[in-house]
């Protein structure tokens, strides 16, 4: 039986993912984590779109389009590609940062809280029996997409979570040595 610390310490992404994706119950629950992670002042900086079913299909095209226009000469192999990136997974989540002006909060403090949450939402998934991955790439800076997605001036896409079955055994990692990151200041 594993530990709560064990879902941290063998978190692991998962490229492909599968149905069956979470079901309500469930994603209210991965969902819920997110709106746990640290926010100082609790402004909230984030909201959060849901892609499945169909909607993936249109999400391709979007980033195709968007990548076609991105990048003249886009490659028909690189435009397919772009088409079926959201159907790696049978749920997609857009986390979205929405800074907000605060005199004592500042932007990076809101990116970082707003990072937390897709973080706090893979290690629930995973503690849920489900894998994901998070993933960014050129196309989450793309204008064409910010746009597709209504995006606000303010607003960017911080990552785009994955969520559904594994289709593989997870990978096993090793955990780099301590020492080599933390020092005791004297």
């Not at 709560?4 to 629950?29: G, H, M, T, Y």
């Not at 893979?122 to 894998?131: N, P, R, S, V």
């Not at 785009?160 to 005791?184: E, H, I, M, N, R």
Request: aromatic share 8%; net charge neutral.
């Amino acid at each position: 039986m594993k530990t709560n610390s064990d879902f941290i310490l063998d978190r692991n992404s998962f490229a492909k993912l599968s149905e069956p994706a979470p079901v309500e119950e469930v994603r209210e629950r991965i969902f819920r984590s997110a709106l746990r992670a640290p926010d100082h002042g609790m402004l909230k900086p984030w909201r959060f779109l849901v892609i499945e079913g169909e909607a993936r299909k249109r999400f391709g095209e979007l980033l195709a389009d968007a990548l076609k226009a991105d990048k003249c000469g886009a490659s028909d192999g690189e435009l397919e590609k772009a088409r079926n990136n959201p159907l790696r997974a049978p749920l997609l989540v857009v986390a979205i940062a929405k800074p907000q002006d605060h005199p004592k909060i500042p932007v990076i403090e809101q990116l970082l809280s707003a990072g937390c949450t897709v973080h706090q939402m893979l290690l629930a998934a995973e503690a849920e029996g489900f894998g994901g991955i998070w993933r960014t790439g050129p196309l989450a800076y793309n204008q064409l997409v910010k746009d597709g997605l209504n995006l606000t001036e303010s607003e960017q896409i911080i990552g785009f979570l994955y969520l559904g079955t594994p289709t593989t055994q997870a990978k096993t990692l090793s955990l780099p040595d301590v020492s080599a990151y933390f020092s005791y200041w004297k």
